[in-house]
């Protein structure tokens, strides 16, 4: 498995402003996920953080939205920007370690946007 | 597109029962299918998976079942405590696309 941490754990922001969210590993994995969970829903991927190059979006999701950084094989952030109360949710990072496919989450991020 | 249908999305059961939850997956490629609690205020824990070349896995009071021909998979739990009480996400993967399709949720509640 994997100890993932994520800050912060939670933040209530003012729409129009940006937050960043960190996740840190304790070791290094190959691939790093970034998920939105909406009140009371299911997982939804965001985009796969790719260390050296540019993150891979899903459908939906724009990289001037939501930008991310993976500077090395522990480390990831991902920035909700221009908010608006739409992005209330948890946003969750997991990582995938290198020759397995389980995913291991970290505690989350939980936004509130008034 | 690729879906992952799970049933009940709540459930109740009396401490000590069974309680079982269900998913169906759309995807024939899918082979991979791990299962996630999600407690209050917590990420979501890995709890169990299986792979496509095994019908059943267990672990403890946790059994997992996986009809291919069918295209389900369902999450067993026996003697259930409240400590049990959480949200059970299934997910399906296919090898080599790291991306998993999650169901919907169910919310187990066990009342003591």
């Known amino acids: 498995s994997a100890v993932i941490s994520q800050k912060p754990s939670r933040d209530i922001c003012q729409r129009g402003t940006s937050l960043t969210i960190q996740c840190q590993v304790d070791?290094?994995?190959?691939?790093m996920f970034w998920y939105r969970q909406q009140p009371g829903q299911s997982l939804t991927l965001i985009a796969t953080?790719?260390?050296?190059?540019?993150?891979?979006?899903e459908s939906g999701f724009v990289i001037d939205k939501f930008p991310i950084s993976r500077p090395n094989l522990t480390f990831s952030t991902l920035t909700v920007s221009n908010m608006s109360p739409e992005d209330s949710s948890i946003y969750l990072c997991?990582?995938?370690?290198?020759?397995?496919?389980?995913?291991?989450f970290g505690p989350g991020t939980r936004l509130l946007v008034l | 597109g690729e879906n992952v249908e799970q049933h009940p999305s709540t459930l109740s059961v009396q401490e000590g029962d069974s309680a079982v939850i269900k998913c169906t997956y759309s995807?024939?490629?899918?082979?991979?299918f791990p299962w996630y609690k999600q407690e209050l205020g917590k990420g979501p824990q890995l709890i169990i998976d299986?792979?496509?070349?095994?019908g059943e896995k267990k672990d403890q009071r946790i059994a997992v079942t996986l009809n291919k021909t069918a295209k389900h998979f369902s999450l067993h739990i026996t003697e259930t405590q409240p400590e049990d009480s959480a949200v059970y996400f299934c997910?399906?993967?296919?090898?080599?696309?790291?991306?998993?399709?999650f169901g919907t949720g169910t919310r187990l509640k066990v009342l003591a």
């Open positions: 997991s990582v995938e370690k290198s020759g397995g496919e389980t995913q291991y």
């Open positions: 070791s290094q994995v190959t691939m």
């Open positions: 953080a790719n260390q050296g190059s540019e993150a891979t979006y």
């Open positions: 995807d024939s490629a899918s082979n991979y």
């Open positions: 299986i792979r496509s070349n095994v």
């Open positions: 997910a399906a993967s296919t090898s080599g696309t790291y991306k998993y399709i």
